[in-house]
């Protein structure tokens, strides 16, 4: 924690410093040139004066551009949005000017709610904008992964087996995903490739996002998907990552092997007798003897030859074979990503056709996704007045099988490296059935309790096919200048097919396969419209309106099916009608509609004081009629202080920005019927169906839960736009919520469905844009974000100061466990007379799940054609359980076992003496809830030794919680880039060409082993990976 | 762009907007009804409360014994207990309640004793509970009191007194019933059955005026015609187990019970000097008996359910230690499951006779429940006929008791939940063994606290009654009502 810490804090502080220094510039001359953008695409419409004169020029659509200029004049680039440059003209005659972005555009619009386009200037909460261009090169298998440390407030964990969604909250909770202004509330991370994205704008607070409703109560993440521009393009696009290695994979003790008590011998697989019960707290492994041929301890193993004369097993040595299980088993990963697109377009309308495919290739042999994407998107001016816009995407996903993961016989790391001693070696598994038996039973040394990773790999297939069809269309009626009128209709569909091939013999939890076909279909129908009329008018000089006045309906339907298999008569015939007993199967259908009508209005004062003032009305099918209809404003003021008050001159610009805003929702949970008392279906006995009453009760009067938000903001640019601070504080309180309030069982009850209970959400958000260098061969631009989130409880329900476990003003992120010994008040274990420590009864707060903050640091130096490129992001403070831990020192596996104790509990001696106290005497008393009321107690040293091997199987090692401390940096990306110049691509067909060396996830630093902890959780994870890979990137 | 056009563009939003059904229509859950079928409730309150199998009694009655690791129940270290039995109090006053919608007095009795037979079991458990005011979530209360056990185990009398007057030809049909196929009159057995089950569970409050539980009891008993009581197997409450995915014997294919559960030293130490023949459908060879005869008994020893993890894992490292029978982990049928059945039955009537409840042969009727258990575990009648005929199970004078308990523990053997630990609880026999490795200072806990949850959410009135019992103590050697002669 301390050294996490304070790495933390030193990248903060020397990116402040770079920040800060002031750098002076250099120069340069003459007169064809190019003029490319940070990301060296050209620039159009460059406009490039010579100073102190009249003449000059702009450039063309390839950002090219010639002039009649002497050496020593002085050239001034301008475009909007970017840094203006001057640079000196000497008697070179080629000259390529690259433009960077001013760090915070001031006059640049962001997309809003609704896709209504504003100017960053006048908003009064806190927006921060992603380019596209970012996630192009060093891929990541999906967009939301490409977002990690990117914003302020915005935390992703990223999980580490293939095919998993990250978790994204953005201050604390989940925000609305909007693509091209219609809300996807699939939650799909994958459907959209990051070649089609213009740009991701998050809008932070409820107060951005109002306009949307519930759905956008905790913010959006605004994907803008590109369109196309004047003239002809063509772009391919090409990145190749591989996974060479592995940043995090838990280390195992090799010194013994499978068995039980410091014995093993195999005799049928079943685990049981001397094979161990499927311990891995066998014999030391290498041990001499030099009465067996091969001078090691013999004894028969999985893989023994019979004996054709006694029919018994013939002993082999046991050795340690399998130290390299983990790199023997597992392939190296890859994720290979290309995209081809064409843009044309004239003044009156453009189109973009794009086809993306992604190939991963997942660690686990066998595994793989692929996610291929069409997408047509295209605006077209039919007159005047009516202008009209439309995209529509295809995409697929799908795999024939892909890893499962949480802990259990299904997960590899349980099969591979949890509970396999060293002496199986993973190679020898590769056969997979046992000789005579194809299709009937797998060949493993213990059939019990593990599956073969191999016939896991190749026989339990999980297949994934899910078809997404998401696009909208819009049209804008210009019905007189003041008047527009906009409607918009946005559709999301997916189908999915899910099935599992689970072959006969393979291990479940708790129970050994007959075989089976698990089929699960569903599908959704999501349909948002917008009717939206747009009045804009100025008045006088200093006054501007813009109202909107809208109305929408949303709808969403959702059916699923499944069907299972009770056995499979025909071994590997993966068909329904194959089951040796009746099919169970189950469906469901579920509809929803929210109908609304909104307004905003923006008051504009001199093009300094901006007003927002919304509302809108909801009608729900989720809540009771009698409660269905509820109404809830927002406000927001920005104001340009720089404007009134004459500012140091260092001190460009300062904006103090303001809002309120509540929104309701109506949403139980995503159940869409969860408001109504109904009957559950129960267990069907031998043909007999039945119900039961589920043991939460709905109260039928309930009302919508609301979230008040209010957020400060305080943006700031200095020394020419190449500095800006940007300082947001919210607060959030979550008031009226639809809780489960818990209720004692005895009243028949386990829960209630009330409003009620009080949260309250706040944080800090700190963005912090510098270009500490920048001349016109040399630049560093440096982002930086850093914010802090926490949750807290402010009232209960029905007056009393707790809820559930948590006390009023108590964090509600707090890890409970009650599965903890008894300590004393120092902390140390207190032992029983059985030398075993103490369980304690009560419950109890082993910290907190969320960070102390969370920060990202991108950096991009640029020398000539050549960009370089790190971020670092990481999260301090927090804490995370680690499954893998606890299960490690359980099993044996872990390397802390390898010690003297170990192998005198090998031998049958009890040496092992817990570090713990024993009560000798005294009293002590708890209050209700396990908090120490008075204590007498005395005590002494625990002198009683037991067996190491029981130690561990029953106390999980008590020494240790398995709670860590969760904080980490991480070397997310570096990257350098080559984009080739203009000189030597204009003998070709291309206009542009850029090649890159990408890694991303290359060093971590943290405090728990065997688990990268960015994902937040652990449930025996996936070996975390490096990539490291190439792009090329070409444009003709 | 021509006028209609426009229009015809605007109406397509227009409809967009107003589209499909209206909020009432989506006021109805298509997935799930508000109203239900008694029978349907049944069938679901049938398969948990019949559902009796519990691996966790096995090790705390000295029956079985755990590998993986230092087990709660075998080394009596439990500390809560649940109250889950409230969700299925909930089911029972759902079955009520839809009993009385359909005026079917059939249903109403079967909720009756259902309701006792739960509340028996938590009471059984904790001691002093929420009962009078329990399951009333519905209309608004939510922390009960708890009542005291002396008027839970009453109200239970009554309840059970009232199902069986309920029960008749003309009380109404049963459908969904998978235990009885809606036989009325094996219903009544049960309940009556069970009835003397509780009285004798009581044979420590024997001189309580107020329960008056031998009177109760051979009012019970010696009126057959008010009062049928189970006569066979045929009558017992057992729940059938079926080859379908949900419907198999509950430790079917379990690993565990493959690998990490054995059998406990006294017991296959009883069974073999007895010459039981329970011995072979019980139990499986130990590894080094696996060349023996299926039939020998020196092929099968048990592990001290008191002695140390270590040396148990090592005896059986060595190749001793019989495992459980493979017909429990491997047979998807095995045996069906018991809430109670007629071995238990003649062996409370033995009982009864014993302490001169009731003037009965105690020999006859404890005869009847070994033979009953012999026939229930698939032993032959001649070698149930040896069995009895050893003079050292028939039932002396001086320790009929002790015989007689000792019997009804081997015949408890996975089938009756953890009434084999709370007839220990209640006579002390048999005896389990103790040892330094127990971690209960006190030796066999004398009940369950109560959930933590109940500290959070009915804090007083659980108090009132850990004041009332236990000095304000939630201690798990508290002696319970039940235990105070």
């Known amino acids: 924690m301390e050294k996490a810490y304070r790495f933390c804090l030193k990248i903060l502080v020397i990116f402040f410093l770079a920040g800060l220094a002031p750098w002076s510039a250099w120069a340069q001359s003459q007169l064809v040139g190019v003029v490319v953008d940070e990301n060296s695409a050209p620039i159009p419409g460059v406009s490039i004066l010579e100073k102190g004169t009249l003449s000059g020029t702009v450039t063309d659509l390839d950002g090219k551009f010639t002039l009649e200029v002497d050496a020593g004049a002085t050239l001034v680039f301008s475009y909007i949005g970017y840094l203006t440059q001057e640079i000196t003209v000497t008697e070179d005659r080629i000259l390529d000017v690259q433009l960077f972005p001013a760090v915070t555009d001031l006059e640049g619009v962001v997309v809003t709610a609704l896709g209504v386009e504003k100017n960053v200037k006048s908003l009064g909460y806190a927006v921060q904008e992603v380019d596209g261009e970012r996630f192009k090169k060093a891929r990541e298998p999906n967009l939301i992964n490409s977002l990690t440390g990117q914003i302020a407030g915005l935390q992703v964990n990223n999980t580490t087996a293939l095919f998993q969604d990250p978790q994204i909250s953005l201050r604390g909770a989940r925000p609305l995903i909007v693509i091209d202004g219609i809300p996807s509330t699939d939650n799909d991370y994958w459907k959209v490739n990051a070649d089609d994205v213009e740009s991701i704008n998050v809008l932070k607070g409820a107060t951005a996002s109002a306009l949307y409703g519930a759905i956008g109560r905790n913010g959006a993440l605004m994907i803008t998907t590109k369109r196309g521009g004047q003239g002809t393009q063509v772009e391919i696009n090409s990145s190749t990552l591989f996974q060479p290695n592995y940043l995090v994979v838990p280390e195992v003790q090799t010194t013994y092997g499978n068995g039980d008590n410091g014995q093993y011998a195999y005799i049928d697989g079943s685990g049981r007798g001397t094979e161990g019960f499927g311990w891995i707290w066998g014999p030391r492994l290498n041990q001499p003897d030099p009465s067996t041929p091969s001078g090691f301890v013999e004894v028969p193993q999985y893989n023994s030859p019979r004996d054709p004369n006694t029919g018994e097993l013939i002993p082999l040595p046991l050795i340690s074979r399998g130290e390299n299980n983990i790199r023997n088993f597992f392939q190296r990963g890859l994720i290979s990503t290309n995209n081809i697109n064409i843009t044309s377009g004239t003044e009156n309308g453009s189109f973009r056709i794009s086809g993306s495919n992604v190939y991963q290739k997942g660690l686990v042999p066998n595994t793989e996704l692929n996610n291929t994407s069409f997408s047509v998107s295209g605006g077209y001016k039919i007159s005047d007045k009516l202008s009209t816009d439309a995209s529509i995407t295809y995409n697929r996903q799908y795999t024939d099988n892909f890893p499962e993961t949480p802990y259990g016989p299904e997960n590899y790391l349980y099969n591979l490296v949890l509970w396999t001693g060293v002496d199986v070696d993973v190679r020898d598994l590769r056969n997979y059935w046992v000789e005579g038996q194809e299709g009937f039973q797998q060949k493993h040394f213990n059939n019990t309790y593990y599956n073969n990773p191999y016939f896991q790999a190749y026989e339990y297939l999980r297949g994934y096919y899910k078809d997404n069809t998401f696009g909208q269309v819009k049209f804008d009626y210009q019905i007189s200048p003041e008047l527009t009128l906009t409607a918009r209709t946005g559709l999301n569909n997916y189908a999915l097919d899910r099935t599992d091939k689970e072959p006969k013999s393979y291990v479940k939890y708790g129970r050994v396969s007959r075989g089976n076909f698990y089929i699960y279909n569903s599908a959704q129908i999501n349909m948002n419209t917008d009717l939206i009329l747009n009045y804009s008018k100025r008045f006088g000089e200093n006054w501007g309106l813009n109202a909107n006045l809208g109305a929408a309906n949303r709808f969403v339907r959702f059916r699923s099916e499944s069907i299972n298999t009770d056995g499979l008569a025909i071994p590997n015939f993966y068909n329904v009608a194959n089951s040796e007993q009746p099919l169970s199967g189950s469906n469901s259908l579920t509809k929803e509609k929210i109908n609304s009508a909104y307004f905003s209005a923006d008051i504009d004062f001199m093009n300094a004081v901006f007003l927002t003032l919304t509302g809108r009305n909801d009608w729900v099918s989720t809540l009771p009629v009698a409660n269905n209809s509820f109404f809830y404003p927002s406000v927001g003021l920005a104001t340009t202080v720089s404007d009134f008050l004459t500012m140091p001159s260092f001190w460009d610009f300062a904006k103090v920005r303001m809002s309120w805003s509540q929104v309701a929702d109506g949403r139980i949970s995503s159940n869409p019927y969860s408001h109504i008392q109904a009957y559950s279906t129960g267990i069907n006995w031998n043909g007999n169906p039945s119900l039961f009453f589920p043991g939460s009760l709905v109260n039928p009067t309930i009302r919508p839960e609301t979230s008040d938000s209010y957020e400060i903001g305080l943006d700031n640019r200095f020394l020419g736009g190449r500095l800006g601070i940007d300082l947001t504080y919210f607060q959030i309180r979550d008031y009226n919520n639809l809780i489960s309030v818990p209720v004692s069982l005895a009243s028949g009850f386990s829960s209630r469905l009330e409003n009620g209970a009080e949260f309250k959400r706040s944080g800090f958000e700190l963005m912090f844009n510098a270009l500490p260098i920048q001349t016109s061969e040399l630049t560093w631009e440096v982002n930086l974000n850093f914010s802090t989130y926490k949750r807290i409880l402010t009232e209960s329900f029905d007056g009393t100061d707790r809820f559930g476990n948590l006390t009023v003003g108590e964090r509600t992120d707090q890890l409970f466990s009650s599965s903890q010994f008894q300590r004393t008040p120092e902390g140390r274990l207190i032992i029983g007379n059985n030398g075993f420590p103490i369980r304690d009864p009560y419950q109890r707060s082993m910290g907190f799940s969320n960070p102390d903050f969370i920060f990202g640091v991108q950096n991009r130096v640029t020398y000539k054609g050549i960009s370089l490129g790190f971020s670092f992001d990481g999260r301090a403070g927090g804490t995370i359980y680690s499954l893998t831990s606890e299960k490690m020192w359980w099993g044996g596996t872990h390397p802390g076992t390898v010690n003297q104790f170990r192998d005198d509990a090998n031998e049958g001696q009890n040496t092992f003496v817990a570090d713990g106290v024993v009560v000798t005497g005294g009293e002590v008393e708890y209050d209700d809830f396990g908090n120490i009321l008075s204590d007498t107690r005395t005590y002494a040293e625990n002198e009683r030794p037991i067996n190491y091997i029981a130690w561990n199987k029953t106390t999980l090692n008590a020494d240790l919680t398995h709670y860590f401390d969760a904080s980490f940096v991480k070397l997310r990306e570096l990257s350098i880039s080559y984009q080739l110049p203009q000189q030597l691509l204009q003998r070709t067909f291309l206009n542009t060409a850029n090649v890159s060396l990408v890694g991303r996830n290359l060093m971590l630093w943290s405090n728990v082993e065997n688990i990268d902890p960015d994902s937040g959780v652990d449930n025996l994870q996936t070996p975390s990976v490096r990539n490291i890979g190439f792009n090329i990137n070409l444009g003709f | ?485």
Not at chain 2, 250 to 267: I, V
Request: with cysteine; net charge negative.
């Open chain 2, 1 to 485: 762009m021509k006028r209609t056009s426009k229009i015809y563009f605007l109406g397509l939003f227009v409809a967009f907007l107003s589209s499909c059904e209206s909020f009432e229509d989506l006021q109805l859950d298509p997935n799930r009804p508000v109203q239900a079928e008694p029978s349907l409730i049944l069938t679901q309150i049938e398969t948990n409360a019949f559902s009796s199998v519990s691996l966790g009694a096995a090790l705390a009655s000295r029956q079985l014994i755990y590998t993986n690791s230092l087990s709660e129940n075998q080394y009596y270290g439990w500390q809560r207990a649940s109250f889950n039995d409230y969700n299925q109090l909930r089911q029972v006053s759902k079955l009520a309640e839809e009993a009385d919608r359909k005026d079917n007095g059939s249903y109403r009795a079967l909720a009756l004793f259902f309701e006792a037979n739960y509340l028996v079991e938590l009471s059984q458990f904790f001691g002093d509970i929420p009962a009078s005011e329990a399951v009333l979530g519905g209309s608004g209360n939510f922390s009960p009191i708890y009542d005291p056990q002396e008027r839970v185990y009453l109200s239970v009398l009554e309840k059970l007194e009232e199902a069986n007057s309920f029960l008749g030809p003309e009380s109404g049909e049963i459908l969904g019933d998978i235990i009885f196929n809606g036989d009325i009159l094996k219903w009544k057995k049960l309940i009556n059955s069970f009835h003397l089950r509780v009285l004798m569970s009581l044979s420590i409050k024997e001189n309580n005026v107020s329960l008056a539980v031998a009177d109760r009891f051979d009012a019970i008993y010696s009126n057959p015609t008010s009062y049928p009581i189970m006569t066979s197997n045929q009558d017992n409450g057992a729940l059938v187990y079926v080859d379908i995915e949900g419907n198999r014997y509950p430790t079917f294919n379990s690993n565990e019970l493959r690998t990490a559960y054995y059998m406990e030293k006294s017991f296959i130490d009883r069974l073999k000097s007895l010459n039981d023949p329970r011995l072979f459908v019980y139990a499986d060879k130990e590894t080094n008996g696996r060349n023996l005869d299926d039939f020998d008994p020196t092929a099968y020893s048990g592990l001290g359910g008191a002695d140390a993890l270590s040396t148990n894992t090592n005896l059986l490292l060595e190749g001793v230690g019989s495992p459980i029978d493979s017909r429990y982990h491997s047979d998807p049928v095995n045996q069906p499951s018991l809430l109670m059945g007629y071995a238990e039955l003649e062996f409370i009537i033995a009982e009864a006779a014993i302490r001169n409840w009731i003037s009965a042969d105690p020999r006859v009727h404890y005869e009847n429940g070994i033979r009953a258990s012999m026939e229930f575990n698939g032993v032959s009648p001649k070698d149930t006929e040896a069995y009895l005929s050893q003079e050292s199970v028939q039932l002396g004078d001086s320790d009929a008791l002790e015989r007689l308990l000792t019997e009804k523990h081997t015949a408890f053997f996975m089938n009756t939940g953890w009434e084999p630990f709370f007839d220990q609880r209640r006579t002390g026999i048999p005896e389990f063994s103790l040892s330094e490795e127990i971690i209960n200072p006190s030796g066999i806990p004398k009940r369950w606290m109560y959930p933590q949850s109940e500290i959070q959410l009915n804090l007083s009135n659980l108090n009132e009654a850990l004041d009332r019992q236990f000095g304000g103590d939630d201690d798990i050697n508290g002696v319970p009502w039940i235990l105070k002669p």
